[in-house]
Antibody, heavy 119, light 107 residues
């Protein structure tokens, strides 16, 4: 059974860089059928897609965040990561990693990790 | 960006009711429309992909229809475990966007 698990700091100060890792177990991140994505959800609000990556390193990002986002993959560790620079309070959210099926839907999700930006 | 608008934003219903949630896209997305269910404190779970395909393991009381700009999610007979928030999401092109959610509550 595929499992995804997010990890990273839960509290950041404004202007810092958010760094999260998604560890994938029960399956290979280098599968040719899938992308791997990040989605976030501010408290009490809806879902926002951040970006996705293929095992080869090919990425696509939400233009609203593109200038601040980097998603990378580490096949040796079977994990992928998210970096978001210059965070503000507006970046406070639960961050989810998920597998993007080649039919373009997210079929496996991590449990989510809360990130709070506060001075 | 393609905007996704769900209606209603909230809905009260009883166990056994038939419920329909609507999602409208700001432009045609052909059949690139997915539906998710989210319970408090949990990650979303995909129910329907490509507008009408039932994800493996999802009960058959869930169904989806539509194409172009108008889509519906139908629950044929509500069960207690179905009370949750439902989101539509388009995957026609990037950026993928989600609807604002429909909260389904017990009447």
């Amino acid at each position: 059974q595929l499992q995804l698990q997010e990890s990273g700091p839960g509290l950041l100060k404004p202007s810092e860089t958010l760094s999260l890792i998604c560890n994938v177990s029960g399956g290979s991140i280098s599968s040719t059928s899938y992308y791997w994505g990040w989605i976030r959800q501010p408290p009490g609000k809806g879902l926002e897609w951040i970006g996705s990556i293929y095992y080869s390193g090919s990425t696509y990002y939400n233009p609203s965040l593109k200038s601040r986002v980097t998603i990378s993959v580490d096949m040796s560790k079977n994990q992928f990561s998210l970096k978001l620079t210059s965070v503000t309070a507006a970046d406070t959210a639960v961050y989810y990693c998920a597998r993007e099926h080649d039919n373009r839907y997210f079929d496996y999700w991590g449990q989510g990790t809360q990130v709070t930006v506060s001075s | 960006d393609i905007q996704m608008t769900q209606s209603p934003s909230s809905l009260s219903a009883s166990v056994g009711d038939r419920v329909t949630i609507t999602c409208r896209a700001s432009q045609s997305i052909t059949k690139y429309l997915n539906w998710y269910q989210q319970k408090p404190g949990k990650a979303p779970k995909v129910l329907i992909y490509a507008a009408s395909s039932l994800q493996s393991g999802v009960p058959s009381r869930f169904s989806g229809s539509g194409s172009g700009t108008d889509f519906t999610l139908t629950i044929s007979s509500l069960q207690p475990e179905d009370f949750a928030t439902y989101y539509c999401q388009h995957s026609y092109t990037t950026p993928y966007t989600f609807g604002q959610g429909t909260k389904l509550e017990i009447k």
